[in-house]
């Protein structure tokens, strides 16, 4: 009886279809990582002949598992865009090679990108923490990660067609179109009235504050979304929650506590007043850290949106992963530290 | 029988040390140690869910009474939803009417509501409050 091929074998058929000049294609350390909360991803090398030459490249391969943390406002498509859209900027991405539709091929969209050669240590764990800790010593980790961040803010986001995510009108309109993306999440997955969300996502309406300066967000700029080589980021990943909006929102998280668990250093890797002076002179922008305090309880409160999304999906048995099943005790926590911030 | 807390310490146990060591593929190990972490919090849910509730029903009960007594405010205050949905609704009401109260009213109020909403939040973090190395 015929066995059905494995996802290993589906992928280096569809390679096979990409590349039809190469012969002898095999995939060699095949990974189905465990790290992606909204996507399955698999990280492999392809081998092959062509043309007489021997060719290795690795590639990673990002697929819609069907229903993902962020449901509705997941997007693979446009972060396939957006990849694309920024190959030619300085900021160091990835190359985008092919986005799929058909659920025929793998049972959901995909896309098939490169495969950059580096690390991305988790900074929760404590070797993660150590890592950024030895790299912020020898100070050359801390200078790109700055670096990087400028680049996207720095980047003339029209020219390089990335206003098709969405841009916001004037005043306080990214600030309130943030609130209600995440508010709509928050209305797909509550199932208990959680009235301190409540009281958190009133105050935010009403004290939203306008932005100066319309730049491209990265949305979720951290260490554990840059892959490391030498001391440099080599790429900037985990493309979900990009915006056309204020540049502090990005800055506020990289300021945030919600990223540095225990480490003195921003993100694990960089001293605040290094950050803080060395962005200002890359990007010529003043960081307003009255504005950046309001995105950093704003972030609370998305947090408190994605583990509300992460454990209704595994309450409503539509997502297997039982790290969602644990972030429902992450909403009381997240919930603590906005409500501290709010002075109660 | 062993009790529900000594099972699920032994549980816990076995993840850690024998099973979870075992898994060579990264995603199941990694689903391995997070069921041992998701069965430490089910441990705490189960030894504190009922009197979380009563405390959670008595501060919603002072909310209302402090609440009736301030001007203005009284009206907003509703008995019969003594519960998260009905303070759900009381803190919507306070925000839609933070102009016809005025700031000093609505500050108080609000200020009587986050007392509340902490004493509720301390409630749910006998749970969920971290416990982790």
Redesign the interface.
């Known amino acids: 009886m015929a066995t059905s091929p494995t996802v290993q074998e589906k992928i280096a058929g569809y390679l096979q279809s990409k590349i039809p000049r190469a012969r002898n294609l095999a995939l060699s350390d095949f990974?189905?990582?465990?790290g992606g909360w909204s996507h399955e991803i698999y990280v492999f090398f392809a081998t092959w002949n062509e043309d007489g030459r021997a060719m290795r490249q690795g590639f990673c391969l990002r697929k819609d598992p069907g229903i993902s943390l962020l449901r509705e406002l997941s997007n693979l498509r446009e972060q396939f865009r957006v990849i694309k859209a920024l190959e030619p900027t300085p900021a160091p991405t990835p190359k985008a090679y092919w986005y799929e539709e058909d659920p025929s091929l793998l049972g959901g969209p995909f896309f098939v990108m490169e495969k950059v050669e580096g690390e991305v240590p988790n900074p929760w764990s404590r070797a993660g923490k150590q890592f950024y800790a030895d790299a912020a010593k020898r100070g050359k980790l801390p200078r790109s990660f700055v670096e990087a961040l400028a680049s996207l803010h720095n980047l003339d986001w029209r020219t390089h067609g990335l206003d098709f995510i969405g841009v916001p009108g004037d005043g306080k309109d990214f600030a309130l179109r943030e609130i209600a993306k995440w508010e709509s999440l928050i209305d797909q997955s509550i199932r208990?009235?959680?009235?301190?969300l409540?009281?958190l996502l009133?105050w935010l309406k009403?004290n939203a504050p306008e932005t100066r300066r319309l730049a491209f967000v990265h949305g979720a700029y951290r260490t554990g979304n840059l892959i490391i080589k030498d001391d440099q980021i080599a790429a900037i990943i985990d493309w979900e929650l990009q915006v056309i909006g204020d540049p502090m929102y990005d800055v506020a998280y990289v300021l945030s506590n919600l990223n540095r668990e225990g480490s003195p250093l921003l993100s694990c890797v960089v001293e605040r007043e290094f950050f803080l002076d060395y962005y200002q002179q890359l990007t010529g922008l003043t960081i307003d850290l009255e504005v950046c305090r309001y995105y950093e309880i704003l972030y609370m409160m998305r947090s408190t949106a994605f583990w509300l999304s992460a454990s209704g999906l595994f309450a409503e048995g539509r997502n297997k992963?039982?790290?969602l099943?644990?972030t429902?005790?992450?909403?009381?926590?997240v919930?603590?530290m906005a409500?501290k911030a709010?002075?109660? | 029988m062993i009790p529900a807390n000594q099972l699920l310490s032994e549980i816990v146990t076995s993840i850690r040390e024998v099973i979870a060591p075992a898994i060579s593929e990264p995603y199941p190990k990694a689903q391995a140690y997070m069921a041992a972490v998701i069965l430490e919090f089910v441990a705490r849910q189960v030894e504190e869910r009922s009197d979380i509730e009563e405390q959670k029903h008595a501060a919603m009960l002072e909310l209302l009474r402090d609440l009736s007594q301030l001007p203005g405010v009284n009206r907003l205050v509703r008995g019969d939803e003594l519960n998260e949905i009905g303070l759900n609704k009381l803190i919507e009401h306070l925000y839609a009417e933070r102009g016809r109260l005025g700031e000093e009213t609505f500050a108080a109020a609000n200020r009587r509501v986050r007392q509340t909403l902490r004493k509720l939040l301390d409630q749910e973090l006998k749970v969920a409050g971290k416990n982790e190395d």
């Open positions: 990974v189905h990582s465990a208990k009235p959680e009235p301190v409540t009281e009133l009403a992963d039982l790290r099943a644990r429902t005790y992450s909403v009381p926590v919930l603590d409500a709010l002075g109660f």
